[in-house]
């Protein structure tokens, strides 16, 4: 997949900052509006999906993702096989029958999750069920998918184009997030990993993430944030935070194709 988990992942590696205190009371009232700080939960229900599409070919014994960041191939024997990709070095795809594929992924001999592809009976929608084993806690969760672009002559019903609706259901371990600013050290704790970074400063590693991905965070106007993640260099992705009070607002794009995600969370 493209995107595993997306809106969920794109708030769990997002991070701000909390504005300084002051001893005068119009500028507190408006630090606490713009504070960050503490423990965020999620809304489902108000990710919205933009441009977010998804390309796969399964024929002739063979599974690529074209819309993968980097794009890979594999064979779907249902056999374990050896992958050169960010976060997994070994994955296996099998074919259950015409309208369901698995797939389970592995990195560094430990099991990273998987999923269960399931096309409706016309062929218009997919449902995603998924794994994922990457974080503190195990998350499951699904998402649906409607179909874009039909599948090529002979190919699996999962081959084509298709566009993300966004998840239906998703843990809620996978939603949760802390945020604590200390001068300008800015410490973010999720389910899919940590960090501390310096505002303005360089990209830090996120710990627990085995992906290579990097963050860096910066201020924008008084209650606003810019996360860029980047791997070797190059940027995957940014996300714009909005603090209103006791709720935040999320926008994340895609550096590649400018697919967005937008969301809320709510102070806990």
């Known amino acids: 997949m493209k995107k595993m988990m997306t809106a969920l992942a ?5 991070a701000g900052l909390a504005a300084c205190s002051s001893a005068d009371d ?8 713009s504070d960050i700080s503490g423990n965020w939960m999620i809304d489902l229900d108000s990710a919205e999906f933009e441009n977010d599409n998804r390309e796969y070919l399964l024929a002739d014994g063979t599974f690529e993702c074209k819309s993968c ?47 269960t592809w399931t096309v409706s009976e016309d062929g ?12 503190d806690e195990t998350i499951n969760g699904s998402e649906t998918y409607t179909r874009t672009g039909d599948a090529p002559d002979g190919a699996h019903a999962v081959s084509g184009q298709w566009s993300n609706n966004g998840p239906d259901s998703v843990d809620e371990a996978a939603l949760r997030a802390m ?25 830090v590693a996120i710990e627990g993430n085995n992906a290579g991905v990097m963050v860096a965070v ?23 935070l909005t603090v209103d009070g006791d709720t935040l607002t999320g926008v994340s794009t895609d550096a590649r194709d400018d697919s967005v995600v937008r969301w809320t969370a709510t102070r806990q």
Do not use: C, H
Request: cysteine-free; overall charge negative.
């Open 10 to 14: 794109a708030f769990t590696l997002t």
């Open 26 to 33: 119009t500028e507190a009232t408006t630090a606490a509006a």
């Open 69 to 115: 960041n980097p794009p890979f191939s594999m064979a779907a024997n249902g056999e374990w096989q050896d992958l050169d990709r960010p976060g997994a070095d070994k994955g296996m795809i099998e074919v259950v029958d015409d309208r369901t594929v698995k797939t389970a992924y592995q990195f560094e001999g430990k099991d990273t999750g998987g999923s």
């Open 124 to 135: 218009a929608t997919m449902k995603l069920d998924f794994t994922s084993m990457t974080g």
């Open 179 to 203: 945020y604590n600013v200390e001068g300008d050290q800015f410490t973010f704790d999720g389910n899919n990993g940590s960090y501390t970074a310096t505002l303005g400063g360089e990209p």
């Open 218 to 240: 910066e201020r924008m106007g008084d209650n606003g944030y810019r996360l860029t993640f980047s791997r070797d260099d190059e940027t995957l992705s940014t996300s714009e």
